[in-house]
């Protein structure tokens, strides 16, 4: 069965530190992995990741994806407030129906 | 003026009840989803279409029907609403594969609460 476990579940830091969000997937046939943010109501695109070893990075975030070990990480540096937010992860198996993962709550306290 | 639309943006119901959500979008594009998102298990796919004559079962597609009235507009109904059909509804669209690879963009969501 196809699916997309991220850790932690929910995370609280402090303004400054830096953050890395795991992302794991298991699937039959892999095209593209995904990252997006929510913030309030609906989930906004931040990065898509198709090749290992290419970071993507826009800003203090970025992500990189290992397709041997199967899983992403999204680091955000230098953390502001404003980066609280649940963070979902979400595979493209090929057959246009993304799997999600249930998301990282995280906490940026200040 | 934002892309993808969802109306209503909250709505509170009665068990059995039939009602509908709608999501229009002005980006132009092809394929349109409808997703629940329950706290703890991330968003599932309902139902999807890649054109107004297609229209796909997705996850959990149980208790709910959708209609492809035009490439903007997909309802998404509740023909007899239950309890545990209280969540957060998102309509989603892309634009078909662009180099192998698709994006998808979420409406605002629709909060459903069923009594």
């Known amino acids: 069965e196809d699916k997309v476990v991220q850790s932690p579940l929910s995370l609280v830091v402090h303004e400054g530190d830096t953050v890395t969000l795991n992302c794991s997937y298991e699937?039959?046939?892999?095209?593209?992995l995904l990252w997006y943010k929510q913030e309030k109501k609906a989930p906004t695109f931040l990065f898509m990741l198709?090749?290992s070893g290419i970071e993507k990075k826009s800003g203090r975030l970025s992500s990189i994806l290992d397709k041997k070990e199967l899983f992403s990480i999204l680091n955000i540096t230098a953390t502001q407030t404003g980066d609280s937010a649940i963070y979902l992860c979400?595979?493209?198996?090929?057959?246009?129906?993304?799997?999600w993962g249930a998301g990282t709550k995280l906490i940026i306290k200040p | 003026d934002a892309d993808v639309t969802q109306t209503p943006r909250n709505r509170i119901t009665k068990t059995g009840k039939r009602i509908m959500l709608e999501c229009s979008q002005t980006?132009?594009?092809?394929?349109m989803y409808w997703y629940r998102q329950d706290p703890g298990l991330g968003l599932r796919l309902i139902y999807y279409?890649?054109?107004?004559?297609?229209?796909n079962k997705g996850e959990i597609s149980d208790g709910y029907s959708v209609s492809r009235q035009a490439q903007a507009k997909f309802s998404l109904s509740l023909e007899s609403a239950i309890p545990n059909q209280t969540a957060l509804y998102f309509c989603?669209?892309?634009?078909?594969?662009?180099?192998?690879?698709?994006?998808?963009?979420f409406g605002p969501g629709t909060r459903l609460l069923v009594l």
């Open positions: 980006k132009g594009h092809d394929r």
């Open positions: 699937v039959t046939n892999f095209r593209s």
């Open positions: 989603a669209t892309s634009d078909a594969v662009v180099a192998g690879v698709e994006t998808q963009y």
């Open positions: 979400a595979v493209d198996p090929s057959n246009y129906q993304l799997i």
């Open positions: 198709t090749s």
């Open positions: 279409s890649f054109d107004v004559k297609d229209i």
